[in-house]
């Protein structure tokens, strides 16, 4: 269980070169957030990307493009997503060709289509599935909208880690998410022997209209301190020190979501993956420093209450990088 050490030992080669670049106002990508479509088999209540890009829900991001732009950016590591990416006729060749780019891929999915696109992959240590979870059935049905959606996601989960695929989860926190069933879900896939739990604060970014749903900066950090009992010993895969950030006992004040570029069937995000004031062509407007003096918590007031795992988890991947020391004396609080 855990992601696995080459994979460790590649992202500190990477990293360390670059350890204090942004303090010198040079930025880098380490994940790129690739989205070769917007489509989506599910109409998720919480989702903004199904109402955001309604107009281009009919294109598909060409392989060689997608392909392209993973080189341009040069991140060792590429989430896959979209909309829904088994929805793409040519998803496999495109997680084929990044592969052959020696990048590490996390393939983002509801799980509704992966049973049938298992064979379309072989296992590879290279390759994750990130099966989205919000809760046990009662809880992951509703935020669906559609029943038998938790049933399946589990049933897939199993049957992708018996034939030898890695298979990670995704949680996303709402407002007024029962704790405790979020931590029987953990604990369910902890059972089933997922690779890690990742699981971010939910946003209310424009693009949703459901904004009660959605956690406040200070609710979340109670609810965080709840699920995040260090006591229940679940394999979470995000930076401790972005866990700690979000039990409110490690403070960020300055976001870093330009190391998580989006790309789209529109171009780059910009800003960032959650606030889109336009699509730009080039990626060196995203990693452009004064780009960055108009964003962020205290900057605009769409950021006050983020702590989303887009901006905030490489920030602390960051500050694990230049103070490995942190690692060893965290606080506990």
Avoid at 9 to 25: F, I, M, Q, T
Avoid at 126 to 133: A, I, K, P, Q, S
Avoid at 207 to 212: D, G, H, N
Wanted: contains cysteine; hydrophobic residues 40%.
């Amino acid at each position: 269980m855990g992601r696995p050490l080459s994979m460790t030992v590649e992202l500190a080669r990477y990293l360390l070169p670059r350890r204090r670049w942004p303090k010198k106002g040079k930025l880098f990508p380490i994940v790129l957030m690739l989205e070769p479509l917007e489509a989506c088999n599910l109409r998720c209540i919480g989702c903004g990307r199904v109402r955001e890009y309604k107009d281009v829900m009919h294109l598909r991001m060409p392989v060689d493009e997608a392909l392209r732009i993973a080189e341009k950016a040069g991140a060792p590591v590429v989430s896959v997503s979209g909309g829904e990416p088994l929805l793409h006729p040519q998803i496999a060749d495109i997680v084929r060709g990044l592969i052959e780019q020696r990048r590490w891929v996390y393939l983002c999915t509801n799980g509704l289509l992966l049973r049938e696109s298992l064979d379309k992959f072989r296992p590879n240590k290279r390759l994750c599935f990130v099966v989205h979870l919000d809760g046990t059935e009662k809880v992951h049905d509703h935020v669906t909208q559609r029943p038998g959606t938790y049933k399946e996601a589990i049933s897939v989960i199993k049957e992708a880690l018996a034939r030898g695929f890695r298979v990670c989860t995704n949680t996303t926190i709402f407002h007024g998410s029962d704790v405790e069933d979020t931590r029987r879900l953990f604990h369910t896939l902890k059972e089933l022997g997922v690779e890690g739990l990742m699981l971010s604060p939910g946003y209310a970014y424009e693009a949703v209209s459901e904004k009660e749903l959605f956690l406040q900066r200070e609710e979340s950090i109670k609810v965080f301190r709840k699920i995040l009992d260090p006591r229940d010993h679940l394999p979470f895969y995000d930076n401790p020190l972005f866990l700690d950030f979000l039990r409110g006992v490690r403070d960020y004040r300055r976001c870093a979501a330009w190391a998580i570029p989006t790309y789209t069937v529109l171009g780059w995000r910009k800003p960032c993956y959650l606030i889109a004031d336009e699509h730009v062509e080039e990626l060196a407007e995203i990693l452009d420093p004064e780009l960055w003096a108009r964003y962020g918590p205290g900057r605009d007031p769409r950021c006050a209450g983020c702590m989303l795992h887009s901006g905030f988890e490489p920030a602390s991947v960051i500050d694990v990088v230049n103070h490995p020391w942190k690692l060893v004396f965290r606080r506990r609080g």
